[in-house]
């Protein structure tokens, strides 16, 4: 499928960003290799995060891609996509990939990050936020102990597809630098319906 005149791409970082190594510098670069538009914005403080920061930097990228962008995001970047989407005004995207969001408890608790991300999501918010959503995370995930599943795809009422225990929270740490799926998604390559499984 040729996706050069479509919208672009935008790439969420989560907590200290993505470094090379990881799947989603990985997938900038494959993507641009395919003739794509890449967006990777770079959010202020990502050893720190501030909320408000990163939802004020999150809309104005989403508003200079326009609307229907594909968001593929990561970790803490994932979560803020759920956050800004519960919130009025959010900028409609088009395909969504949700890469392994950590657990409400685990973010709020966390000394590292300035509390303010809301913890009650709008289901109804999240889901006309996009053209299309799509949740992959792990039941061994040490970011989201409840399990993605129950924190996110039930209450949220999301199309998800969990991976092996061994994928962890899908990153370096589990081995996941090129990650053919990721690219494969973007590209509007996999067609297997029974991929995800649908939370009712």
Not at 146 to 151: A, L, M, P, S, Y
Not at 161 to 184: C, K, Q, R
Request: with cysteine.
């Amino acid at each position: 499928m040729n996706r050069i005149d479509q919208a672009p791409f935008v790439i969420l970082h989560g907590l200290d960003g993505s470094p090379r190594g990881h799947w989603q510098p990985w997938l900038a670069d494959a993507l641009a290799t395919e003739g794509q538009d890449v967006r990777v914005p770079e959010f202020p403080s990502p050893n720190r995060p501030d909320i408000v920061e990163w939802v004020l930097h999150l809309h104005d990228q989403l508003r200079d891609a326009g609307p229907g962008a594909t968001v593929i995001a990561h970790s803490l970047g994932a979560y803020l996509w759920l956050h800004y989407a519960s919130r009025p005004g959010a900028i409609r995207s088009g395909r969504v990939l949700l890469v392994a969001p950590p657990g409400i408890p685990e973010v709020r608790n966390s000394r590292r990050i300035i509390h303010g991300f809301q913890t009650s999501l709008s289901p109804e918010r999240v889901r006309s936020s996009a053209s299309e959503i799509l949740l992959v995370g792990t039941h061994r995930d040490p970011y989201c102990k409840r399990g993605f599943v129950q924190t996110y795809a039930q209450p949220l009422r999301l199309p998800f597809v969990p991976l092996e225990d061994t994928a962890g929270h899908i990153n370096m740490d589990s081995g996941y630098g090129a990650w053919p799926f990721a690219l494969d998604w973007a590209l509007e390559r996999v067609h297997d319906d029974g991929m995800a499984l649908l939370c009712r």
